[in-house]
């Protein structure tokens, strides 16, 4: 199992997708003087014109550095967490919940209508307020966007024989119980399907 700060790590990269959010409205509020051609003619031109496009594009490079990572810690849960075995009582797809947590991410679309605040103002808050809902959900269920729309996740709702119930991460689909029978733990309630990789 990961420590605490994975797993509160793991809750707020799955915000990471507001970050393409505030990068599209950016580009809509600049769209009038937005140029997307670099110049080669000198390296003064060729700096200034990359420093601009670094400036404009510095979200989503910042995203997609935490879409790496996030598949990084899955794809070491994977290989280096202990696998366990689980016998399953019964499972049902929980990923319909997923637009509540679209629109709770599409809140930097509201740059659109103040486009006078800066980016920086944006994150800091919407990064706040992403510490208090991974510490929050640390150790309970929580739909990951990132893991679901980025890397093809699928969450489920698994019972066990013992009547506990864990939020299952899987990229195999599962039809019915006996397609969940090995397991890594992400935090908590938290697992990772491995029965096809075991």
Known sequence: ????????????????????CLWVAKLVGMYSHLRVFIRFTSWKAFLADTGNFFSVNYLLFVFLAL????RSIVRFAKDHL???RFKAKQVKSVDYTLGTMLLSVALPFVKIATPSVSDVAYMIGFFIIGILYGLAMKNTHYL????????GYAHYEVQS?????????????IINRDHFTTYVILSGTM????????
């Not at 990951?144 to 890397?151: A, D, H, P, Y």
């Not at 697992?191 to 075991?198: E, R």
């Open 1 to 20: 199992m990961y420590s605490p700060f994975i797993k509160v790590l793991l809750a707020l990269l799955g915000f990471s997708p507001a970050l393409i």
């Open 67 to 70: 879409l790496i990572l996030t």
């Open 82 to 84: 202990q696998h366990h």
């Open 144 to 151: 990951n966007l990132t893991l679901k729309i980025f890397l």
């Open 161 to 173: 024989t013992k009547e506990m119930t864990y939020m299952v991460l899987s990229k195999e689909p």
């Open 191 to 198: 697992l990772l399907n491995v029965s096809n990789d075991a």
